[in-house]
């Protein structure tokens, strides 16, 4: 350790923080192996098959089955997005505290994390389908003899995207909620809030940037829905969403170049989203959750 | 030196070929150390070729692979040509197909071997029970289906194979004008299809999901080819008891499946491979290709009998198989599918003209 | 009157909790039914609009096995998997520190390369990568296929821990280093413990998105480094006849899989955080 | 909104309570008691204080009274009303956390206005009392901070501040004044028992300072391991602690081995170390026989005196007013003893004490 | 293995560190000077004490010594070495943080142990040691515990141990005592003391107890909106105040409004309220004209003397010890007044001053 000699007053201290060194694998992993293929597609993206170089943009906004499928997904994503933080939260917010069940509750809430977009359309085709479970027991009991229309249809694939992304959002925000130092909501208790204020007035707040990003990471898996959106939709139709449109360019078309296209626009659609909500994150409170000493 | 071969099938053909597959292997120890396979959904695979010859270092040998991504490839260039290239190694080999399949052959543009073939359909399945009187021609089955609503069901064309077929069936049914061109020459087909449209339910995505709801009994009928009647009522997914049949004066439109072989082999590698196709044509691994009916018949050669097959396969065949198709495919003529980017076109105003409409 | 309005309180707070459980039961429920669903099929030889099959094999578990040789695949997925968790979590819980911390030139464009991959679909990159890989020589081994399912797996993992990072105090981290630690020993004995439930949750959140990440698997994959989920789409996806019953037995097995390292990880970590648990009160001794 | 008119109107009927009334309440964690039996009766307009060592309960018994420890065993009572199923929040108590539980989200001000936005006062009022209660605590420069920028005896006033601008009919305080400076200390003091006073309200305050508990409160209940020792005025638990571990708590340092010659009443004669007699007074019914004689170190006095005897300083330490000295004595134990005048080392003292400020309890066991 | 041998070498190479010196150490928080120009050098095995007034910048110093805030400006120098671009884990020093700053996850005993599990030190040995340290402060029973399940105080005193257990070369405590009962209070300092001077450490402790600094410290440092004040023996600063504000902050609660009348040296004389005359020491160069007069209210003297003035009892809190007066005199501020005798409100009665007591400072602007 050299030792350092400088007058008094001015600072030698380094403007680079080392620690900022420990990002660098990560960045470094990314810059390897994202950052050239990623390029490489964007620049793809404007080597149309024909055309000039935003022709396949244009294509894309001027084909009536290509650009509505952004508002597809959007009506898609955003509501199942918002069921899914919403509900995850309520949840959350009844489970948090330690009780005997609660271990066992929120692993049965988890646990449809597990299923995997294929059983669950397979599920849903059998336990929602015409003969299945459900419309047997309707009928069973005299509830309701008409046909259960859940698959194949807008209701399918957002039904599906509640069952994954609910899940996930319940265990992101499960965890981020059990963060916060019970001492607060106590001391709020104590200055007369009660459950609903206390969960206004202090658990929102400080849950906000945590909430912010299980909505941003929820957002972006339901945008990119596919498999459930073929299987469980009417690709034809409603559920046509943009994954699907970039799928069908690049695997039947075989113009990758209008894919990329695509794939940007989905991702540039999601950043608009994302970083709005990112945005919004950093107007609130972030920072340590505790409230004094001890 | 012996090699180990990747053979990637992205057509479900391995059901009907890894038995003869591996049998090239144990009589061949001296070219071929270990033959792996995969599988793979056929659309992601031109790319992942691509992604390998650019960077000069192909590891797949021989790919197992319908229409679809045959022509993928021939579209990006992907494949390594075989004919007339190679033609030494298949001597008599457009002569020695079947002469229903041989037209199959020209869809290879000569980069691909036809190795199994089914004639396909369109056909209709039903529920005998239900189904008193069928119908006999199109504008039979779309009144049936108008005094029966929702009970015909069929599914996606860009999803089924069965759903395909019957798209690209309906031109030579209806009589229009042009069948190989869906933009201009098909304008019965499509008002036929928009009709049909009013008593359908709703079309799911998947042959799968068409027949569970046919076998439990929601639908009376459906679309269907030849290996997707015999197959899901050998499987049990549809009822035994169903059964098929013919719209009057319809054209096969016929579907096969190819070994192609990736640009970017060694010459011993590429020898090898060759070696194999060659001996995948003859008549005992052909005759493997009955298998459980699921690409019924499944050779694509002349003189592999039934007899031949294996007896398992030649049970099921015979407990659920169809004595008329022999009749039927003699009878009726053969068309091929429409070509890759006319069948891209067809999807695509399929779903905008038909199946959006479906949309709630 | 207060005795009523308190009441009154009380009874929305009853019918709100009333409200939620009732949510939590339908969910459960008809989630546990559809699974339940789908595990008859995959045991049945025919099931044709009855309450339970005619009659129950385990064949398509054992023909799905064969046909994909699924003992190799299942060991290329667990040790992908494993793999994929460990390290993005290795690199990307420290990573998510500093962005959580620290303030420095070039964050928002760092931010946007973490964000990018999560919303770009694998398309778009996907092909080049595999080239790069190829020439790299990594394609077709485990290594590439790790590395190719890090790139969305390891900003997943930092934007998930970066609020978990935020809510701890920064007076525990400066304890840790006036009492001696350096920063990776100040990560292994205070920061990993009590981010423990976060690092919980992005490792299984990982754990199921790599599971089912089908398209990078699939382009950087050789024949002996294919994963599950290849399979599975290809028995969901591919041309030809495949059994509704062989499907399913193909999803419960993938589901068996996860859902054995779920529990696994739930078994010895809490999702609920320390802090919590220690302060908040016990109800009754 | 008609829960915040029920919070007003709930409010407005406790601000009339008469007495609140714990009646054995007990907090066991993981089986051992945190506080055992508690029964105790708070009168309107009264100032308790809670005194005991560190880890005795005081904070549970607070956490108790505020709702937010379930008891394990007893009840609360407010006039006639039972409390104790009750939530904090229904309870309408004020209260100063030891550890602050400050929000930390929440500017100073909007952290002290909490519990009137709470009960639905109106903004512009909310403004006024925030302002006047920052005002009391001196933090009125730092109004628009976070917590987390504050130093630990503003987060204190802070948390002092929240507590006492909604005016509450019983008000909690757990050691509110620690971290403040001796100056602000004083003034605090001043100001809560101002506060108290205006308002009329009552005020449980746990405090580890005898002074402040000596200065500000009516009745002093003294705890020892979750078990109430005495509860009695400030001078009473001062100067006749009701056992000799009180009387070490209160600061009798000197306690000493003694046999109690002759017993007269209240007074008695004690033997020490040998042949030294002192007068003292006994603190229970003592046997003639073994006692300890407990002595505070500012009650010896330096100067010949009758009793007096004599000693040799040891140590002399400085403690502002005074010198704080260990004196070698007959006794085997030094003495502490304090002292105005400049005493060093070694200098030779005579020592004495007021026979009624040797109190005399029965032996240890 | 190698980071732990280095510490362990660095460790040792600062135990034999001869001065800390720090020069002209300041830190802004968002543009106030939370500490501005602090220098001061500390000799090894000295016993400093940081006294001031709640948010003077006490633990900004601290942290600024062990590295855990940047500073704004000046420098920090171990012997030769400049240590403050060093992050604090090379820097070995012990610190309790006032917010205790415990590990939530670990045990007690963990928790004590982690800076020697830090330094390689064998576990053996670390259980020894982190059992003696417990015993120090009185945990023992309660090592297997988590920090949230202990009270307040205890959670201070295993931040205590925590701290001294490493041994290290420099010792930061800030305000370590401010939760424990006066008992404890004075037995963990004379452990604090004793401990200091067996492992010949120095310690700089931040205190809001005037008591503690003057009992424990060798030096004062008296800080104001973090500047210095002054830096003296602890008889100094309590005794000979330099300005005024430091006198008030040092317990001279009685400020009065007087005239130098004559002045000669040190020795004055000032007259107040009219005509009373008193004499004085002046702390300051003083002009004859107006100044005041600074008294702590224990200095003032009951009874006839010289120099006596007349006053009446306003009001009597029971102080312990003494009463706490405030008595009505010529003055316009009523004069706080220690009395030992019982004393009710209404009495007369005589106070005078020594004139080396009363000590007369410049005005005011
Ligand atoms: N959650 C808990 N689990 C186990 N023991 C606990 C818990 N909370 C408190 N205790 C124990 O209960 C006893 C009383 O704690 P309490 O906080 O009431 O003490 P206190 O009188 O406030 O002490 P202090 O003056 O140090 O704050 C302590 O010995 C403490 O260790
Ligand atoms: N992060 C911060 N941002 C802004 N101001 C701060 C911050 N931290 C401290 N301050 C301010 O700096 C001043 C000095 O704070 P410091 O904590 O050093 O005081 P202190 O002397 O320790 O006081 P106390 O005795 O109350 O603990 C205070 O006025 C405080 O409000
Ligand atoms: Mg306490
Ligand atoms: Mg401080």
């Known amino acids: 350790m050299a030792v350092i000699a400088s007058p008094p007053g001015i600072n030698p201290r380094p403007p680079f923080d080392p620690a900022v060194l420990l990002v660098a694998p990560a960045a470094a992993l990314m810059v390897m192996f994202f950052v050239y293929p990623f390029a490489y597609g964007l620049l793809l993206s404007f080597q149309p098959a024909q055309g000039g170089v935003f022709q396949n943009y244009i294509h894309f906004f001027q084909t009536g089955d290509l650009w509505k499928t952004i508002g597809n997904t959007m009506q898609l994503a955003l509501p199942a997005t918002v069921i899914n933080v919403v509900c995850a939260l309520a949840i959350a917010y009844a489970t948090r505290s330690k009780s005997p069940n609660q271990r066992l509750l929120s692993t049965l809430l988890v646990v449809p994390l597990t299923l995997g977009t294929v059983l669950i359309a397979e599920g849903m085709l059998t336990y929602f389908g015409p003969q299945g479970w459900l419309a047997q027991s309707l009928r069973w009991l005299h509830l309701y003899e008409g046909s259960i229309r859940l698959t194949h249809n807008y209701w399918g694939v957002l039904i599906s995207l509640v069952i994954t992304g609910f899940p996930f959002a319940y265990l992101l925000i499960l965890s981020y909620i059990t963060g916060i130092d019970p001492a607060l909501p106590r001391a709020a208790a104590t200055l007369g809030a009660d459950g609903w204020n206390r969960f206004r007035h202090i658990y929102l707040p400080l849950l906000m940037p945590g909430l912010v990003m299980a909505f941003c990471l929820s957002f972006v898996q339901a945008f990119s829905v596919f498999p459930s959106a073929v299987l469980l939709g009417s690709p034809a139709g409603t559920t046509r969403v943009i994954a699907i449109a970039a799928y069908e360019a690049a695997f039947e078309q075989y113009d990758y170049s209008l894919a990329s296209a695509i794939a940007m626009i989905m991702g540039l659609a999601q950043l608009v989203i994302v970083v709005a909500a990112l945005g919004l994150r950093s107007m609130f409170y972030r920072g340590p959750v505790a409230g004094g000493k001890g | 030196q012996p090699v180990t071969l990747n053979v990637v099938d992205v057509a479900g053909n391995l059901a009907l070929t890894q038995d003869a597959l591996e049998a090239f292997a144990a009589k061949n120890p001296t070219l071929v150390s270990r033959i792996t396979f995969t599988k793979a959904p056929a659309p992601e695979l031109p790319g992942k070729i691509r992604a390998m010859q650019a960077a000069g270092r192909t590891d797949i040998d021989l790919v197992l692979t319908g229409t679809d991504a045959l022509a993928a490839g021939i579209a990006l260039n992907l494949w390594e040509p075989l004919l007339p290239a190679q033609a030494a190694k298949f001597p008599g080999l457009l002569d020695n197909y079947l002469p229903s399949a041989r037209k199959m052959q020209d869809l290879s543009n000569g980069q691909g071997i036809m190795v199994t073939y089914m004639p396909a359909g369109p056909l209709l399945e039903y529920n005998p029970d239900k189904v008193k009187v069928v119908p006999k021609t199109p504008a039979e089955l779309l009144s049936w289906c108008k005094a029966n609503p929702n009970k015909l069901i069929y599914a996606r064309p860009a999803n089924s194979g069965p759903g395909r077929t019957f798209l690209m069936g309906l031109p030579y049914l209806l009589g229009d004008k042009n069948p190989k061109d869906p933009m201009a020459g098909w304008d019965k087909t499509w008002a036929y299809l928009k009709e049909l449209n009013s008593c359908i339910e709703y079309y799911p995505t998947g042959t799968g999901a068409v027949m569970k709801e046919l076998g439990e009994g929601s639908r009376d009928m459906t679309v269907t080819v030849t290996g997707w009647d015999i197959n899901p009522r050998a499987l049990g997914v549809v009822p035994k008891s169903f059964k098929v049949a013919q719209l009057n004066g319809f054209t096969w439109v016929n579907d096969a499946h190819y070994m192609v072989m990736p640009k970017g082999l060694s010459p011993a590698r590429q020898a090898v491979v060759l070696d194999l196709m060659a001996f995948m044509l003859k008549p005992e691994q052909q005759a493997l290709t009955y298998d459980a009916g699921y690409f019924y018949p499944g050779p694509a050669v002349k003189n592999v009998p039934l007899s031949a097959a294996p007896q398992k396969s030649q049970d099921v065949i015979k407990e659920f198989g169809r004595p008329e198709y022999a009749d039927w495919i003699a009878k009726q003529p053969h068309a091929q599918p429409l070509e890759d980017k006319a069948m891209v076109a067809a999807f695509k105003k399929w779903d905008q003209e038909i199946g959006s409409g479906k949309a709630k | 009157m207060s005795t009523n309005a308190w009441n009154a309180g009380a009874l929305r707070d009853r019918a709100w909790r009333a409200l939620i459980w009732g949510v939590i039961a339908f969910f459960l429920v008809n989630v546990g039914m559809l699974i339940v669903a789908v595990a008859t099929n995959s045991v049945a030889t025919r099931w044709l609009g009855t309450w339970l099959p005619e009659a129950y094999t385990t064949g398509w578990y054992l023909s799905a096995w064969k046909e994909f040789q699924l003992g190799h695949v299942l060991v290329v997925t667990v040790v992908v998997v494993f793999s994929v968790v460990f390290f993005s979590l290795l690199l990307g819980v420290p990573a998510a520190y500093t962005l959580a911390r620290k303030d420095f030139r070039g964050k928002k464009l760092l931010m946007l390369l973490f964000l990018l991959p999560l919303m770009v679909p694998p398309i778009t990159y996907g092909i080049p990568l595999a080239t790069v890989m190829y020439q790299l020589h990594l394609a077709g081994t485990l290594p590439g296929v790790i590395i190719a ?110 859902m054995l390292w779920l529990l696994i990880a739930l078994r010895f970590v809490n999702p609920t955080q320390l802090v919590s648990r220690v302060k908040e009160h016990p109800v009754n001794a | 909104m008609a829960g915040q008119q029920n919070a007003a109107a709930n409010g407005a009927r406790k601000n009339e309570f008469r007495q609140l009334r714990l009646d054995g309440v007990s907090r066991q964690f993981g089986g051992a008691n945190a506080l055992d039996r508690l029964s105790l009766t708070i009168e309107r307009g009264e100032f308790i204080a809670l005194l005991g060592p560190s880890g005795c309960g005081k904070s549970t018994a607070l956490n108790c009274m505020a709702g937010l420890l379930p008891l394990t065993s007893g009840s609360i009572w407010l006039d006639q009303q039972r409390i104790d199923p009750l939530p904090p929040e229904k309870r309408g108590f004020g209260m100063v956390f030891q550890n602050y539980a400050l929000f930390p989200h929440l500017s100073v001000s909007r952290n002290v206005g909490f519990g009137l936005k709470m009960r639905g006062v109106p903004a512009a009022e909310i403004d006024r009392r925030v302002a006047a209660a920052l005002d009391t605590v001196q933090l009125q420069a730092h109004a628009g901070k976070l917590p987390g920028q504050l130093s630990g005896g503003q987060q204190q006033r802070v948390a002092i501040a929240r507590a006492i601008v909604i005016e509450p009919p019983l008000i909690l305080m757990d050691e509110p004044l620690s971290n403040l400076d001796a100056k602000l200390r004083i003034e605090m003091r001043s100001e809560i028992r101002r506060i108290h006073r205006a308002q009329g309200c009552s005020t449980v305050y746990v405090t580890h300072d005898q002074d402040e508990a000596l200065a500000m409160a009516d009745r002093v209940v003294v705890m020892k391991l979750g078990v109430v020792q005495q509860i009695g005025t400030p001078q009473d638990v001062f100067a006749r602690p009701a056992k000799l571990d009180i009387a070490r708590f209160m600061g009798y340092r000197n306690v000493l081995p003694v046999n109690v010659m002759q017993s007269d009443g209240a007074g008695v004669t004690v033997e020490g170390a040998g042949s030294l007699r002192l007068p003292g007074t006994a603190m229970q019914a003592l046997p003639l026989g073994s006692a300890v004689a407990a002595i505070r170190p500012d009650e010896i006095v330096i100067g010949e005196g009758p009793n007096a005897f004599a000693g040799t300083v040891e140590t002399a330490e400085y403690g502002g007013r005074e010198w704080l000295l260990q004196v070698r004595t007959v006794f085997d134990e030094l003495l502490y003893v304090r002292s105005a005048a400049v005493v060093t080392p070694g200098d030779r003292v005579m020592l004495s004490a007021p026979p009624e400020r040797v109190l005399v309890y029965a032996k240890e066991d």
Do not use: K
């Open chain 3, 149 to 258: 399912n890090m790139i969305p797996a390891l900003p997943f993992v930092i934007l998930v821990m970066t609020p978990f990072v935020e809510q701890i105090d920064t007076n525990i981290e400066s304890a840790a280093r006036v009492f001696g630690a350096n920063t990776r020993q100040m990560f292994i004995y205070t920061l990993v413990p009590l981010l423990a439930p976060g690092v919980l949750a992005a490792g299984l959140l990982v754990l199921v998105r790599t599971v089912a990440m089908f398209e990078l698997t699939f382009l950087v994959a050789g024949p002996d480094s294919q994963t599950l989920v290849v399979a599975l789409y290809y028995a969901v996806f591919a041309a030809g006849v495949r059994a509704g019953q062989s499907v399913d037995a193909m999803a419960m097995i993938y589901m068996a899989i996860t």
